[in-house]
């Protein structure tokens, strides 16, 4: 009996070790829960992976990815880390980390740790297209360009690379250049919602504020998550003066993101374009928080704007009574005072700046301006002013 419960133990050891499985064994079975949707299974199966064998770097990339697309970069950060302490020469870990880097804010470190990818293979067009993002956002326009058509070269299907060219092209002003890569970026994927974003984007530099909406639309159709989008629509409805559609689409953006300093600026300039100083300041505020330097004029207004000392208010300047009639029957059926006075106005200084005369004192104004102006209620349209230079139609801000 003895002997037979030994060979029972050794033969259940023997089978134990026939059925053990290795750590790139339990990986690909996460890469396939991934594949379904079960995140969770598959974070489960990735940490076995890790505890199987410490040193298997891809478990502890797979695993970073996970937290990464989930917003999670600091253990992103931490999950690439190890894969390269165990794997120093793995060139995905290299890109990976650098896109985590990137993904808090670190451009510097994403760039070298990009580089460090290319250096170990240098025909790796991910990393290219990468590096170009990364340059970008450090103002590197002309390497930004290159390592975007090196990533295009290596890989010509490359709709990302396509798109990230079309950034570039954005931001140095060839407009019709940017639009050309965006549309073959949606020529090889249509549903690449930041392609459709960044071509919505393109038509609103470009002046086609309705067309920007509609694509703007179809990129949130495709990812109702993505704040860009909501912010780059918000702008948007900004440029079309729908002041009241923009600051809903900006307030969706800081409802997903909350830290999102971008999007906390540019809310700051839609509450100021409705009167609205004290959430224009508390945006700003939080914009700076965050980490981006708003423009001291800016700032410098918004004191002021505060400050119950100053009035604010726009102008319009036209030649005839039968002028400033129309003006007044345009504002009433909805035209924007803005695009009016840059259309209509006589006023060489203010109409430029849609009429807007910035910030004054009670007394610093000729009389009969600033009574018409304290007499008129704040967004509301005086009634008309009459001196030598024509007839005067102001619009009270403050």
Avoid: W
Avoid at 11 to 18: D, I, P, W
Avoid at 21 to 50: V, W
Avoid at 128 to 148: D, F, I, P, R, T
Avoid at 202 to 229: I, P
Wanted: glycine letters at 6%; charged letters at 20%; hydrophobic letters at 40%.
């Amino acid at each position: 009996m003895k002997h037979f419960i030994l060979l029972s133990t050794l033969m259940l050891f023997c089978f134990n070790n026939a059925s053990a499985q290795t750590a790139e064994e339990i990986n690909d079975e996460a890469m396939n829960l991934i594949a379904q949707g079960k995140i969770n299974e598959a974070i489960e199966q990735l940490q076995k992976a890790i505890s199987t064998d410490s040193t298997y770097a891809k478990s502890y990339v797979n695993l970073g990815f996970i937290f990464y697309t989930s917003g999670m970069q600091e253990q992103a950060i931490s999950l690439y880390a190890k894969a390269l302490q165990v794997d120093p020469d793995s060139p995905i870990a290299h890109n990976n980390l650098g896109a985590a880097l990137l993904a808090a804010g670190d451009y510097r470190q994403a760039i070298g740790q990009y580089n460090a990818a290319l250096k170990l293979d240098e025909n790796y067009p991910e990393a290219h297209n990468n590096l170009s993002y990364a340059l970008h956002a450090v103002g590197a326009y002309e390497l930004a360009m290159q390592e975007a058509q090196k990533a295009i070269e290596l890989k010509p299907d490359y709709a990302r690379a396509y798109n990230n060219l079309g950034i570039v092209l954005n931001s140095t002003g060839k407009y019709a250049e940017a639009e050309a890569n965006f549309k073959k970026a949606l020529e090889l994927n249509p549903n690449l919602g930041v392609a459709l974003n960044n071509l919505g984007t393109n038509y609103r530099l470009q002046g086609n504020f309705d067309k920007s909406v509609e694509l703007h639309k179809q990129a949130l159709a495709v990812d109702t998550l993505n704040v860009e989008t909501y912010n780059s629509l918000g702008l948007t409805y900004m440029n079309q003066g729908k002041l009241d559609k923009s600051i809903k689409a900006l307030q969706k953006a800081l409802k997903m993101l909350p830290n999102y300093a971008i999007a906390h600026n540019n809310l700051s300039y839609a509450f100021y374009e409705v009167y609205n100083y004290a959430m224009a300041m508390q945006h700003a505020s939080a914009a700076e928080r965050y980490g981006l330097k708003v423009t001291p004029d800016y700032m410098e207004n918004l004191k002021k704007a505060l400050n119950p000392e100053y009035l604010r208010a726009r102008h319009i300047l036209v030649k005839t009574q039968t002028d400033a009639d129309a003006i007044i029957a345009a504002f009433s059926k909805g035209e924007n005072f803005t695009k009016l006075a840059l259309e209509k106005s006589l006023d060489k200084n203010t109409a430029p700046k849609g009429g807007d005369l910035g910030y004054f004192k009670k007394g610093d104004m000729v009389q009969s301006f600033e009574k018409a102006i304290q007499n008129t209620k704040i967004g509301k349209i005086s009634t008309i002013v009459k001196t030598d230079l024509g007839y005067h139609i102001f619009q009270r801000m403050k």
